[in-house]
């Protein structure tokens, strides 16, 4: 199967939390509904097909009736037979038209209209069967496949892809979809194997990085190492997991089944208190040099800090008084210089009062943070 993963088509940050959800009944089937061009079946057309998904999110988060956290898709195919990650596995869908029906069901989408392109190519339907495996193998979701019209008044999934579903939802050459939970498994022989993102870093099984052998590092020296047979090293093991898990106990957390408290994948709490700080990949406010003082700033004369000030102004967009072609840095304080920043200080609220067009340490500060 061909997985287009949320980075991979550009996707924006979901509104909210996504809620949690350990498995499901089944999969339900949409479709777009409306217009969509049957252009984009052409063989050509799988280039489109990210900003395709990207339009879809994008009014799915103008939704302000809905409120939508996000597209309310767990994944959708396009008419080449790609499976595009919405909200993913184990994530509750917003689509199937209520509280409940969103448990009951995960929710795929097929890239498919009530006008234009109204039958699902034969690669669209592989990609169907793919996506509800993918959910099925990594989304603990249960055996069924339905259409968003059962259980809810709507055309969904139009008829051609209704009658596909009602036929057993299968592949092309006849196979139909596999595995399926009936009841909800833990993944893994109970070993929690998912990830989570903490301050743009991200842990658990398979979670590389120095941060990850920071953990493991943190974990050993705290006493809780038993688990490595070697390491620890910069990728997540199943024994991160475990003596991540023993220190997660050790906090009085409760529960080491996956997604429990326990389960040995970290939370921001559990991080801070093995580390004394939570990592992450936040950039560093930058680090403003020291005022030069006043005297560096006289018209007509030359100071290093000049140049400095000027990559400010450029940088800020203060640039529009220039000799020639265009405001170039340098260490000269000219008539120009003056003007820019004045400029500068016109904009900015807490330096208005006095706009003169040399710098100050407040405008200093602000020009160059
Ligand atoms: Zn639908
Ligand atoms: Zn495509």
Redesign the pocket.
Known sequence: MELVTRAGWGARPSRYDLVYIASTLGVKI?YEGAYVPKSLADPGAHGSCAGHMRDIQASHLANRVEDYSDIAYNAAVCPHGAVFEGRGLHRKTG?NGSQTLNTDDYAVLAMLGSSGLVIPTDPMLDGLVDAIGWLRTGGSAGKRVLG?RDGKA?A??GDPLYAWVQAGARRPDGTAPQGGTSTPVPSAGGIARYQVTINGLTYGFGAKGPHVAEVGKALVKAGFGRHYQVGPDETWTDADTRNFSDFQLSLGFKGTAPHQDADGVPGPVSLQRLLGHLPGKTVKASVVPPFPGRSAFALGRSNPAVTVLDHGLVRKGYAHHHAGAKYQPGPLFTEYTRKNVADFQRATPALAGDPDGYPGPLTWQLLLS
Request: charged letters at 0%.
């Open positions: 949409h689509a968003h709507t969904c999934p």
